[in-house]
């Protein structure tokens, strides 16, 4: 289960833009998203960075509101979800300014099924408006009304049970609360296994699950029981590395892939600022994640290993039996904790892990800000290489380091534009034998694309504002001592 296209609107710099990830010969999925400073690359991984948020079923954290576009009240993301080359949901969110605070404010959620004829696709959404008070009054007041598409079948779910009436119920305070998915934040999750309990009871009893879908209220949201699956699926291998991690000078953590913290709050991250404490369960895990990482670090930094330093048991906060150890760093026979290692090897360290799983998992989906940064870019070249040539998972990425455009299928990348409304463009004119990096340079300085892909600069004015900005306080003197002299001349 993979992300197959994202849609953007008023998503910081982007007014409108769409990008369709393609897959490869070997199944998998590289794109790499390239472009001028403040083009919409970060974008893109931000707001795949929220749906994360919400999919897993928790808050959107404050400053969210800071995705939305300078002079719009509100922006929507949607995704599209599929595998094996076939689409089958699309999921939007709609995303609004709050009254006060830094969160934005999910105001509307809609699940597309795909898997239908175009005019027959089954739609689950609901939209959360406000409206004043009509009559007059000293003081006005803002009322929230919650719309569910097709509403017919959602009053038929709330009729199926006591209990099912009492979950409805929540679903609704959550969607005016707006902080956390309808769909995903655990209500409807449990509503759906009612419907799924129900059915299988019923077919127990020798029914048809015709009838046991007719008997539970002609429920259209039935089928969507499969999107909450389905989404689990995705939410397992999704991995996003947003702009305020990746873009960090120095890379204190290691993402180490945990069974154990698949929440968002804990989250699999392995700090490297000192040595920590951890669970019995969560120390072994480590170990293996080391073990099996090792080999390909080795082939990256030839000489290179890791190694887990036990410094002696200690109790965790609940009482429970844990240890306190320190990740270290091995090359020839030198031991020094990782923390110490250059702000390259560390940048490579912590998102070891997630390529791996872009490499081997064809459920894997990651998305990764500034890929380049730290990375020798022969190496960073090698990597890609690999994984697009014989990775079965997805990775997408954005840099500014030109080499991918060198090795990579045409096919693999993506370039933002000047133009606001279509953001996101794919090369035309190219061939297999075109060299993308030459392309994306002609292209920059002679145009010949759809739109732009390069608001210009130039070099005479950079110098003069460099020398100007050097030379600022001799430049004010002199103005200064200038204006006094006019002043002399006329006072005389």
């Not at 849609?7 to 998998?28: A, C, D, Q, Y």
């Not at 990746?246 to 392995?270: A, C, H, Q, V």
């Not at 000489?303 to 410094?311: K, P």
Request: proline share 4%; net charge negative; with cysteine.
């Amino acid at each position: 289960m993979r992300i197959t296209k994202i849609e953007l609107e008023n998503i910081k710099t982007v007014n409108h833009g769409v990008v369709s990830f393609r897959n490869l010969p070997s199944g998998g999925s590289v794109t790499g998203i390239y472009g001028q400073n403040g083009s919409g690359k970060t974008a893109l991984i931000d707001a795949v960075n929220y749906i994360d948020f919400l999919i897993s079923g928790n808050e959107l954290p404050d400053g969210s509101s800071n995705i939305i576009r300078i002079g719009s009240n509100s922006a929507s993301i949607a995704i599209t979800v599929g595998e094996s080359g076939l689409d089958k949901w699309e999921y939007r969110i709609v995303l609004s300014r709050p009254e006060e605070g830094s969160r934005a404010v999910l105001t509307s959620e809609s699940l597309k099924d795909l898997t239908h004829e175009k005019g027959k696709r089954r739609v689950l959404s609901w939209t959360k408006a406000s409206f004043k008070d009509s009559e007059p009054s000293d003081q006005e007041s803002t009322s929230v009304k919650i719309s569910w598409t097709p509403f017919k079948y959602w009053k038929s779910v709330e009729r199926f049970s006591m209990e099912a009436r009492k979950v409805a119920g929540g679903i609704e305070a959550m969607a005016i609360e707006g902080t956390r998915s309808v769909f995903f934040g655990g209500s409807i999750s449990h509503l759906f296994s009612l419907f799924a309990s129900y059915v299988s009871e019923k077919k127990e009893q020798g029914k048809t699950v015709h009838d046991a879908k007719e008997a539970a209220g002609k429920m259209l949201v039935f089928p969507f029981c499969k999107a909450g699956i389905d989404f689990v699926e995705l939410r397992k291998g999704l991995r996003v590395l947003p702009s305020l991690a990746s873009n960090m000078p120095t890379m204190d953590f290691i993402y180490i892939p945990s069974e154990l913290d698949l929440d968002r709050e804990n989250g699999p991250i392995f700090s490297l600022d000192s040595p920590s404490v951890h669970s019995e369960e969560r120390v072994k895990e480590l170990e293996e994640n080391i073990r099996v990482l090792n080999p390909v670090l080795e082939s990256l930094v030839p000489g290179l290993t890791m190694e887990l330093r036990h410094m002696g048991a200690e109790l965790l906060e609940d009482g429970s039996k844990g240890a306190r150890v320190d990740l270290l760093s091995s090359r020839d026979g030198v031991k020094v904790p990782l923390r110490y290692e250059s702000d390259g090897i560390k940048k490579l360290v912590s998102i070891l892990s997630l390529l791996v799983l872009a490499y081997g998992d064809e459920n894997g989906c990651v998305f990764i800000d500034e890929l380049d940064s730290g990375i020798f870019e022969f190496l960073l070249g090698e990597i890609l290489q690999s994984i697009a040539g014989g990775g079965r998972g997805q990775l997408v990425f954005t840099a500014h380091n030109l080499r991918p455009l060198e090795i990579l299928p045409t096919q693999c990348i993506v370039m933002t534009t000047t133009d606001a409304d279509d953001r996101y463009q794919r090369f035309k004119g190219n061939k297999a034998t075109n060299n993308l990096r030459d392309q994306y340079l002609r292209a920059v300085l002679l145009g010949g694309q759809k739109h732009p892909v390069y608001r210009p600069t130039d070099r005479a004015r950079i110098d003069s504002a460099f020398w100007k900005a050097s030379n600022a306080k001799e430049i004010d003197s002199d103005f200064d001592s200038f204006l006094n002299a006019l002043k002399g001349g006329v006072d005389a």
